[in-house]
C-alpha cells in the first residue's frame, strides 16, 4: 500500500502488505516485515531492519547515524524484531563498529521521545515509557519496565524483569526481578506483583528474595554474599542468573536503600 505522497527509495525491501501513509521517507538499505504500519512523517534510514506487525507511529525517526564522534560511516544496522510499537517521536540510532547494531526486540513498546543511542540491545517484552534516554551499549533484558522521563547511563545493564522508577538516573546496573527507585537509585525490593503477573511461582519469588536478603541486606560486601548465596541457597535457574549478573558487572550494581544514603 505505497502511498504517493512518501518517498520509497527504490531499493528498500518492503513487504507487499506494509501500510505507508503520507510524508513517510524511508530511505535505501531498508527492509520492512509484513503487516507492519509507518506512520505518517516517519523517517526510516538507511541500515533499518523492521520486522513484521510493528507499529512506527508518526514522527519517530529510525536508522539515524550515531551521535557518537568515533563513527566514521561504517555499515551497521538497527534492528526491530516482530509486534514492536515505536511511539511519536521516538528515535533509534544504528550501531557503530562497537557492536555494528542497535537491535530492539520482539513485542516491545517505546513510548512517545524515547530515544535509544548506538548499540544497544533491548530484550523482548520490553516497556520504556515516555521519554526515556538510554545511552549508547546499553543492555536491558527482557520484561524490563523503565519509567518515564530516566536516563541511563552509557554501557549500564538492566536485567531481565525490572521495574525502574520514573524520573531515574540509573548509573550503575541493576540485577534481575528488582524494582529499583529512590535517589539515589537503589534495591527497593523484588518485583513480585510483575513476577506473579509473568506465571513465577511462590516458590521461585521466595527464593529470588533469599537471594537479594543475603545480597543487600546482609551487610556483607557482594563478593562474600554471592560466596554465602553459593553455598546456602539452592540452585535454581533465578538464582544462578542473579549469581552471574553480579559477577559479571561492569558498572558494579545498586546497592540497598540504606547503604546508599549512607554514601550521599
Do not use: W
Request: contains cysteine.
Amino acid at each position: 500500500m505505497k502511498q504517493p505522497l512518501a518517498y520509497i527509495h527504490p531499493e528498500a525491501k518492503i513487504a507487499p502488505n506494509v501500510v505507508i501513509d503520507p510524508f513517510v521517507t524511508i530511505d535505501k538499505n531498508v527492509v520492512i516485515g509484513e503487516g507492519t504500519r509507518i506512520g505518517s512523517n516517519a523517517t526510516i534510514l538507511e541500515g533499518t531492519r523492521i520486522g513484521k506487525n510493528c507499529n512506527i507511529f508518526p514522527g519517530a525517526v529510525i536508522g539515524a547515524i550515531p551521535q557518537d564522534l568515533k563513527f566514521v560511516g561504517e555499515e551497521t544496522t538497527v534492528e526491530i524484531g516482530d509486534n514492536t510499537t515505536v511511539r511519536e517521536f521516538a528515535t533509534i540510532n544504528r550501531g557503530t563498529k562497537a557492536r555494528g547494531k542497535t537491535v530492539v526486540g520482539n513485542n516491545c513498546l517505546l513510548m512517545a521521545y524515547v530515544h535509544v543511542a548506538h548499540d544497544c540491545i533491548i530484550g523482548n517484552n520490553v516497556i520504556l515509557v515516555n521519554s526515556v534516554q538510554v545511552a549508547g551499549e546499553v543492555v536491558i533484558n527482557d520484561f524490563a519496565i523503565v519509567g518515564g522521563l530516566s536516563a541511563i547511563h552509557q554501557f549500564v545493564h538492566i536485567g531481565a524483569h525490572v521495574m525502574v522508577s520514573g524520573g531515574s538516573l540509573v548509573s550503575k546496573d541493576i540485577p534481575p526481578y528488582v524494582k529499583a527507585g529512590r535517589d539515589p537509585l537503589s534495591y527497593v525490593g523484588v518485583n513480585s506483583i510483575g513476577l506473579r503477573r509473568r506465571s513465577f511461582t511462590n516458590e521461585q519469588i521466595r527464593d529470588i528474595q533469599d537471594c537479594y536478603r543475603m545480597l543487600f541486606q546482609s551487610k556483607m560486601n557482594n563478593s562474600d554474599a554471592l560466596v554465602r548465596i553459593e553455598a546456602e541457597l539452592p540452585a535454581s535457574k533465578e538464582r544462578d542468573e542473579i549469581i552471574l549478573f553480579v559477577k559479571n558487572s561492569q558498572r558494579g550494581i545498586i546497592k540497598g536503600y540504606g547503604a546508599a544514603k549512607q554514601e550521599e
